[in-house]
């Protein structure tokens, strides 16, 4: 089936590093993204990983990817109140299923200044 | 570099009325998805258009239908519109010879239903 799941919410200081999981259940999927969405806005896209990655590093942001377990981790560094927003991750099915991101219901990440 | 538009930002509805929205992908590419966000919810996928045509369809009724024109801007219509439509919709775009599929999103249109 197709089931992409977070964790509902996470708070952290600013300064902190934060770090947002992700599971999903289709080992095939090529790519697997996070979106960032902020209050009455769409959705900005973060970073991608690969399936054949284990890592991506990109400024503040780390993606870890565990395909065994079909785990996938966000990590922010020197978290700020400008990270404040809800967070989603969305894995790309294999080709077939062109187009389709399956999406989950999102973790809302809160920075106390 | 413009990136997705969406028109209108807000709009309010009764039910069993028609709606359409409209979207603009970023220049440069030729395909658009749709997708419904209800509150609280990740986004839901509804449909694809690539060339004209709806490439990939998600599990929504034939009440959700789409077009897409020639210079790929594409529009979303839902008709005998019920109370839980109300939702943001948003529209993404990317390039189909692309790698990764990426798909960029617009601001969304936010739909109530009264």
């Known amino acids: 089936g197709e089931d992409v799941e977070q964790s509902l919410f996470l708070s952290v200081r600013e300064g902190d590093s934060s770090v947002i999981n992700c599971t999903y259940t289709d080992s095939s999927s090529t790519y697997l993204y996070w979106y960032k969405q902020e209050p009455g806005a769409g959705l900005q896209l973060l970073t991608y990983?690969?399936?054949?990655?284990d890592m991506k590093q990109d400024q503040r942001l780390t993606v870890l990817l565990n395909k065994k377990d079909k785990h996938l981790s966000l990590r922010i560094a020197d978290t700020q109140t400008g990270d404040s927003a809800i967070y989603f991750c969305?894995?790309?099915?294999?080709?077939?299923?062109?187009?389709?991101?399956?999406f989950g219901q999102g973790t809302t990440l809160q920075v106390k200044p | 570099d413009a990136g997705v538009t969406q028109s209108p930002t807000h709009l309010i509805k009764t039910r069993g009325q028609q709606v359409t929205l409209r979207c603009s992908p970023k220049s440069g590419h030729d395909t658009v998805s749709w997708y419904q966000q209800a509150l609280g919810q990740g986004p839901q996928f509804i449909f694809q258009y690539y060339e004209e045509e709806e490439r990939q369809r998600g599990n929504f009724p034939d009440r959700f239908s789409g077009h897409q024109f020639p210079n790929y801007s594409s529009e979303l219509n839902v008709n005998a519109l019920l109370l839980g439509d109300s939702a943001l919709y948003l529209c993404?775009?990317?390039?189909?010879?692309?790698?990764?599929?990426?798909?960029?999103f617009g601001p969304g249109t936010r739909l109530t239903v009264l």
């Open positions: 993404a775009s990317s390039l189909a010879s692309g790698r990764k599929d990426t798909q960029y």
């Open positions: 969305a894995e790309h099915p294999p080709p077939g299923n062109t187009g389709k991101l399956i």
């Open positions: 990983i690969f399936s054949n990655m």
